[in-house]
Each structure stands twice: as structure tokens, then as C-alpha cells.
Nanobody, 125 residues
Framework: EDKLVESGGGLVQAGGSLRLSCVAS????????FGWFRQAPGKEREGLSY????????YYADSVKGRFTISSDNAKNTVYLQMNSLKPEDTAVYYC??????????????????WGQGTQVTVSS
């Protein structure tokens, strides 16, 4: 069974950092790309970043470029999102998602096929 499990969310003060983890089980890891998304109450889901496991290439939304860093540990089937300089407006449920790598690398977020359950990130002012 293909499964994504996020962890690492929590409460942090503005200016602080968090690192989210996403463990992917059941996947042929290097055939997939993995992305991070978030959804705040009353707002649409927003794509933040993705990484192609096969070559490590990445893509970032302008809203997080320079503050967030995506990475992967292929040996651990794990994708990370390092979030620095957090702001109250970063408060949301953060989701990990997966899609076949061939759909990535075109400068936008395609439709992802697999989703985790989400982890809450709350940034206090």
C-alpha cells in the first residue's frame, strides 16, 4: 500500500524554524517526485515545493522561496521541508504528496496522486 506519513508540525514563534518529515512507504521512491502543500482555514490549498527523487531537482513557489528548503533522503524514503523565518501567515495544515516524476519539472504543480494526512503548523506572533 502506498502511504505518506508527515510529522514535525507544532507550535513555533514567529521567526522560528521547523522541519517537517514525510515518510513514503510502498513507493518505488526514485520513480516519484514529492511535494509539500499547505491549507489554511478558509483558503485554498497552496503548493509550496517539490523534489524529483531521481535527480534531486527542486521547485519552489514564490511565497516560500528563500525561506523553505525541500530535500530527500532516498535511503530512508523520506522527504523533508525545512522552514525558516516562519511567519504567522505560515500557519496551516501541511501535506506531503507524491506523483510520478515525469509530471514534474515544468514550472508548475501538477495534480498529485497520493496524499498524507497532514500535520498542523501554528506560528504565533
Amino acid at each position: 500500500e502506498d502511504k505518506l506519513v508527515e510529522s514535525g508540525g507544532g507550535l513555533v514563534q514567529a521567526g522560528g524554524s521547523l522541519r517537517l518529515s514525510c515518510v513514503a512507504s510502498g513507493f518505488s521512491f526514485d520513480r516519484y517526485g514529492f511535494g509539500w502543500f499547505r491549507q489554511a482555514p478558509g483558503k485554498e490549498r497552496e503548493g509550496l515545493s517539490y523534489i524529483k527523487s531521481s535527480d534531486g531537482s527542486t521547485y519552489y513557489a514564490d511565497s516560500v522561496k528563500g525561506r523553505f528548503t525541500i530535500s530527500s533522503d532516498n535511503a530512508k524514503n523520506t522527504v523533508y521541508l525545512q522552514m525558516n523565518s516562519l511567519k504567522p501567515e505560515d500557519t496551516a495544515v501541511y501535506y506531503c504528496a507524491a506523483v510520478l516524476s515525469r509530471f514534474l519539472g515544468y514550472g508548475f504543480f501538477p495534480t498529485f496522486d497520493y496524499w498524507g494526512q497532514g500535520t498542523q503548523v501554528t506560528v504565533s506572533s
